[in-house]
């Protein structure tokens, strides 16, 4: 056996010199004792006990011979190895014709020879079969190198053929196949016997080359050529078909070891950094910025020389910040933009959220940020804002989000970069999804008129940067594409491992071909141990390391590398059943690094070999503990993990994981998720909440055509009511924005049926809420009123607080139709405090105007200008222009009747201007009438004439129901025209007959009140305050009352009622319209007051 490979496997390389300068081969090391360890010169009492245990083990094994296999390695693992093997050609026929005995001896001696020289070069007899030798090189231990060993061994047995013959006076040849690929590793067996071998497709392959080898022939498989094809001579053979395999198996013949090594075209780092030495110094300069998109292979380092421009950087002034794409693992908040933002704000990983809202504040200070853009930064940082504000951030919809953290990250950028110029490191944007591209090309658009040097690295296939990116990026940008390090460059790389001999480093140098990972790896090893390794592959060498650390460590490493690139020290002792993990040592390996309060593998690489080399029993083990551990922390990297245990609950917890997301706004990321889920989903229940929630999203996201689809979708999957009952739901829901409103009932009642026959509470509440909803466009005011008041009911039984708040809201619509003003803003309040009591900012922004509008009617004038006010700031800060338009006429309406006209104005170009925006010709027209009023008051009848009459062609275009009565009054008011008066108070009765919307009775009739008033029409304005008290005779409200009470006193007045009961009316009048804020129309009860009284005195 070969004893430096026993040696290493224990960890003890150190001995390896002593052993082989005392002749200490296999034969002596199983006599060894505790005395002759001493005599070895052995003087640490561990070391001699942890020797003398392996000996005693190796004793003990039933065949000699075989390297010390550990208990980690019979458990099992995945490996990079190469797998050979040797049979004798002719034996058949040699046993036919010779002596028994003379056969055996020659088995014997053909044994011995193979055996010498597969464990000389490294490698471990698996088998023996018959005449044929199995060989393994790379486990139970990897030498980095294994492909290598295993073509010289080959080599060596066809070599050592003649002389084994002249010895044996017999002929012998040998037909050689060697493989190169992953296998299993481990015992196998029963409880009586067991044993370490190798199992897969490798294994088969090789023999099938050996069958397929002539004599004195060695056939190689593709992978063995690719592993070394710079150094090695072969002759190409047809492909083979070998069972198991779907394609033909590519095979050469292997002639030998090439006697030079070609040349190999290098690209230099000089250049790369002088450019960019020249980059920084022109932005500094100039103070324009600049994209430094670095491009190559894995490996190729990338990072290695970002960490060199940074220093670069700091060298001239520069404040450096980065960021990292991760595949999987990230968590929230800890994306590579977010990262940016974190490292400006100066956080790290360790910070928490009380360190975040001082940061975002002393941004604010310090005038980085405006104050006004706060809620977004809180939101790339990953905290919670206080309740008032994180309500309203929650009711913005996606887009004024995105937009907003873009502003305000292109803000951060600029302003800091004012203070000191910036360089801004990401990499691996080849695994950034579109946001984060987009985000990335506002973060470079920002960087052009700044002294901001972005930096991004890639690899070169596949990479992300199209010509659209550029466009939106509208920056200049350099691209370095890495080649090969040059000899010099890995030269002045070997420096850094102190105490590497110069002829072993050279070696190195050549077979790591340039790359700088594999170099840095290459050199890791021979710092264990004297060798000349060549990297097959990086899992080859990263597999070499694994096997020269503890046990333990080694299992740290596999269970880390199961959560990802980065890691946090408490989840892999939670892996590994709170076990000590102690990750530093790992981090002097430079097989970790650390990562603010975690670590990170030293490259994405490591962790892909570590990884690939866990058997996938113990990876979906692993991921399952993993997922528990993230089961309270983090939703989506929870589900990825459940996903990557093929276990069955991945469906349902990316379901919650996307639902986490679209409640955070993340609707782009949700919508993946849920993709993701359906992917895997088999059960028919997965699918349907997923499809559910799918629509749900579309719908927030305003796509109903997608959104009816995935409802549809769930309802063919659904093989239950209860499935069916949340589809039918979801299906009504988006019927009702697209007008299919008997569609929308039909599914409703189909719900209702079924959500009664199963007591699903919730999901009734839900139905009447949307019931509620569709009675509103067909005007059936009782039918509203009375299905939100159930859903009302059935929300607070069930404690659905955002339900209960949506159908108060809804009852308020309701109330508001039938003009019972007074129960319409009471249920609009109790709607706003459920709200904010509950932080459903989205419900209270679209709210919030409609209570404006009914304290309004409800004699509470200034209440609602500061309740109008404070919604059109919400409003316009989630830009939620729906509720923003209702908001300014509600603020219009209590500034008029306070007789403050120019603040009045000041909100009649916004509302135009919403009404536009929101392509709505209806509120356009109501824009339009109000500033018709405002003309009017103006004395500026043309205009007003002008605009009334714009109005209602809108109005009698999109439906007169709405407004029209009330376009009609302020036509009757502004109009000299008799003939035009009279029919705008003909129509305007006619329409209110035929059931126009409630506000039209109080509007409509106070306006012709007063048109009739000023043309002295006496009768004519008591019929209309009779019409109009006869309306609200259900429900008076203060404004029914007060005009009113005012139309009959003013018409009594002008009939010549003179005496004192007018006189103290009139009094009362002035009193209350300044009581309850009607100051405009408190102007023509002076006036009489003014003659009356000159009249008593």
Not at 335 to 340: G, K, L, W
Request: glycine letters at 8%; aromatic letters at 6%; hydrophobic letters at 45%.
């Amino acid at each position: 056996m070969d004893v430096g490979t026993w040696l290493r496997s224990l960890g003890m390389d150190q001995y390896e010199r002593v052993f082989r300068e005392n002749a200490v081969d296999g034969d002596v090391l199983r006599t060894l004792t505790a005395d002759d360890l001493k005599d070895l010169g052995i003087t640490s009492v561990g070391h001699r006990r942890k020797l003398l245990d392996a000996l005693a083990a190796l004793r003990a094994r039933a065949e000699p011979g075989q390297a010390a296999i550990g208990e980690s390695e019979m458990k099992g693992e995945r490996r990079q190895v190469a797998v050979l093997f040797a049979d004798l050609c002719g034996f058949t026929k040699m046993s036919q014709r010779a002596d028994p005995e003379e056969v055996l001896a020659v088995l014997d001696r053909y044994f011995d020879q193979v055996d010498r020289i597969v464990e000389q070069h490294g490698g471990h007899i698996d088998k023996h079969v018959g005449d044929c030798v199995m060989a393994v090189f790379g486990a139970p231990l990897s030498h980095g190198n294994d492909v290598e060993r295993a073509v010289r061994a080959a080599l060596a047995i066809s070599e050592a053929m003649p002389g084994l013959s002249r010895t044996l006076a017999c002929s012998l040849s040998v037909h050689i196949g060697i493989a190169g690929g992953q296998v299993v590793a481990s015992g196998t067996g029963s409880a009586t016997h067991r044993e370490y071998t190798v199992t897969g497709e490798t294994v088969n392959l090789a023999s099938r080359l050996t069958d397929a080898a002539g004599p004195d022939e060695i056939l190689i498989s593709e992978a063995v050529w690719q592993a070394l094809a710079d150094r090695i001579e072969r002759v190409e053979r047809d492909a083979l078909v070998v069972k198991g395999f779907a394609d033909v198996v590519p095979v050469s013949r292997l002639v030998g070891f090439r006697r030079t090594v070609p040349g190999r075209p290098f690209v230099g780092r000089c250049d790369e950094l002088r450019q960019f030495r020249a980059v920084l110094e022109a932005c500094r300069e100039s103070g324009c910025g600049r994209i430094v998109h670095v491009r190559g292979e894995a490996g190729i380092g990338k990072t290695r020389l970002v960490e060199e421009f940074q220093r670069e950087a700091r060298t001239l002034g520069y404040a450096c910040h980065s960021g990292l794409v991760l595949d999987f693992g990230a968590r929230t908040g800890r994306d590579a933009v977010p990262s940016v933002v974190r490292s400006l704000l100066a956080l790290d990983d360790a910070s928490d959220e009380r360190a975040g809202t001082t940061a975002v504040a002393q941004a604010i200070t310090e005038g980085l940020i405006d104050a006004g853009d706060a809620p977004f930064l809180y939101d790339m940082v990953d905290v919670r804002q206080a309740g008032d504000d994180q309500t309203v951030y929650d009711a913005m919809d996606n887009a004024t989000r995105v937009r907003g953290r873009r502003k305000v990250l292109s803000t951060l950028v600029q302003r800091a970069s004012r203070l000191q110029p910036r360089l801004l490191a990401v990499e691996d944007i080849h695994w950034s999804d579109a946001p984060t591209l987009s985000d990335l090309a506002g973060l470079a658009a920002s960087a052009a008129t700044a002294p901001v040097v972005l930096v991004l690295t890639s690899r070169a296939q596949g990479d992300p940067l199209d010509s659209q990116w550029h466009a939106a990026a509208d920056a200049p940008c350099s691209v370095f594409d890495l080649g090969p390090l040059n000899v010099d460059e890995a030269r002045q790389m070997v420096k850094s491992f102190a105490g590497t001999a110069a002829d072993l480093a050279q070696r190195c140098i050549e077979r790591a071909a340039g790359n700088p990972l594999f170099l840095e790896q290459l050199l890791s090893n021979t710092e264990k141990r004297s060798g000349t390794g060549v990297p097959g592959s990086v899992q080859s060498l990263v597999q070499a390391r694994l096997d020269r650390l503890d046990p333990m460590d080694k299992a740290l490493l596999q269970a880390a590398s199961v959560l990802g690139q980065v890691f946090e020290q408490e989840a892999v002792v939670d892996l590994l059943d709170g076990a000590d993990a102690a990750l530093e040592p790992l981090v002097l390996e430079r097989l970790l690094r650390r990562q603010g309060s975690g670590f990170i593998f030293h490259h994405a690489l490591i962790r892909d070999a570590i990884y690939d080399g866990v058997l996938k029993s113990r990876r979906r083990e692993l991921h399952l503990r993993a997922a528990r551990w993230y089961r309270e922390r983090d939703p989506v990297i929870r589900a990825q993990h459940l996903d990557r245990a093929a276990d069955a609950e991945a469906p349902c917890a990316y379901c919650e994981a996307a639902r986490s997301q679209a409640a955070a706004h993340r609707y782009e990321f949700a919508l993946r998720l849920v993709e993701r889920g359906l992917e895997l989903a088999a059960e028919r229940n997965d699918i349907v909440s997923l499809e559910c929630l799918r629509g749900n999203i579309l719908h927030d996201v305003g796509d109903m055509t997608l959104a009816l689809r995935a409802f549809e979708n769930a309802l063919e999957v659904a093989t239950t009511d209860a499935q069916r009952c949340h589809a039918w739901i979801g299906r009504a829901t988006v019927k009702r924005v697209i007008d299919d409103l008997d569609g929308a009932s039909a599914d409703l009642d189909s719900a209702a049926a079924a959500a009664a026959a199963l007591d699903l509470r919730h999901e009734e509440a839900r139905v009447h809420f949307l019931r509620g909803n569709l009675c509103f466009p067909r005007g059936d005011s009782d039918g509203c009123v009375r299905e939100h008041a159930r859903s009302l009911a059935l929300a607070r039984e069930v404690h659905d607080h955002e339900q209960e708040a949506a159908a108060l809201g809804g009852l308020g619509d309701g109330e508001y139709m039938r003009g019972r003003m007074m129960s319409a803003h009471d249920a609009f309040r109790r709607c706003i405090e459920v709200c904010r009591r509950h932080g459903f900012g989205r419900i209270e922004v679209a709210n919030l105007p409609m209570c404006a509008i009914t304290a309004w009617f409800a004699g509470r004038a200034a209440a609602g200008l500061d309740i109008a006010l404070a919604s059109v700031a919400a409003a316009a800060k989630v830009e939620h222009l729906r509720a923003l338009a209702v908001a300014h006429h509600a603020a219009w309406h209590c500034l008029h009747d306070l007789a403050q006209w120019d603040r009045a104005w000041e909100h009649v170009g916004p509302a135009l201007q919403c009404a536009r925006d929101l392509k709505s010709k209806r509120f356009e027209g109501e824009a339009l009438a109000l500033r018709a009023e405002l003309y009017r008051v103006a004395g500026r009848q043309r205009e007003a004439l002008d605009d009334i009459g714009e109005a209602l062609a809108i109005s009698r275009e999109t439906g007169m129901t709405y407004l029209g009565p009330s376009y009609l009054g302020i036509l009757a008011r502004a109009t000299d025209d008799s003939v035009v008066f009279e029919k705008a108070l003909e129509e305007g009765e006619a329409l209110l007959a035929s059931g126009a919307v409630s506000h039209n009775h109080y509007l409509f009739r106070r306006d012709a009140i007063d048109a009739c008033i000023d043309r002295g029409l006496w009768d004519a304005a008591m019929i209309h305050a009779a019409a109009l008290e006869d309306y609200a005779r259900r429900e008076p409200s203060p404004f029914s009352a007060f005009f009113v009470a005012r139309g009959r006193a003013l018409a009594s007045y002008g009939t010549g009622n003179a005496d004192m009961a007018s006189l103290h009316e009139l009094r009362r009048l002035k009193a209350e319209g300044g009581r309850l804020g009607f100051l405009h129309a408190v102007g023509a009860i002076d006036s009489a007051l003014e003659v009356l009284e000159s009249r008593m005195r």
